[in-house]
């Protein structure tokens, strides 16, 4: 199972983002046939202002790849208007699961 993450500051209306990744670009993923999930977290505090997070999960690492350059473009083209800053973003392979339920096959 492999993973991309990422982390958008100052988010000027996570309501608006979240009705547009939902209507948009979440089919775009379910697209991919790699693809496994996806979670958009609101990251809200007083320090740091809005903050959301997008984790996306993939079984194979062209994937993830295939999605970072869509989520690139797509974010340019439909939510920067929405979204300052650029994201800060990391991909993996997942090397362990310890969740209540299985959600991942780790390899190793």
């Given at each position: 199972?492999f993973i991309?993450?990422?982390k958008?500051?100052?988010?000027?209306?996570?309501?608006?983002?979240?009705?547009r990744v939902?209507?948009?670009?979440v089919p775009?993923?379910?697209?991919n046939p790699g693809?496994?999930?996806?979670?958009?977290?609101?990251?809200?505090?007083?320090?740091s202002?809005?903050?959301i997070?997008?984790i996306t999960m993939?079984?194979?690492?062209?994937?993830v790849?295939?999605?970072?350059?869509?989520?690139?473009?797509?974010v340019k083209?439909?939510?920067?208007?929405?979204?300052?800053?650029?994201?800060?973003?990391?991909?993996?392979?997942?090397?362990?699961?310890?969740?209540?339920?299985?959600?991942f096959t780790?390899?190793?």
């Amino acid at each position: 199972m492999f993973i991309s993450i990422r982390k958008y500051h100052n988010v000027k209306s996570v309501d608006e983002v979240k009705r547009r990744v939902e209507q948009e670009f979440v089919p775009m993923l379910k697209q991919n046939p790699g693809f496994q999930g996806y979670y958009l977290v609101d990251c809200n505090c007083p320090e740091s202002g809005n903050v959301i997070t997008s984790i996306t999960m993939f079984d194979n690492w062209a994937s993830v790849l295939d999605s970072n350059d869509r989520a690139k473009r797509w974010v340019k083209e439909r939510l920067a208007d929405m979204l300052p800053e650029p994201a800060e973003a990391v991909s993996g392979e997942v090397i362990l699961d310890a969740s209540k339920q299985r959600i991942f096959t780790t390899t190793g």
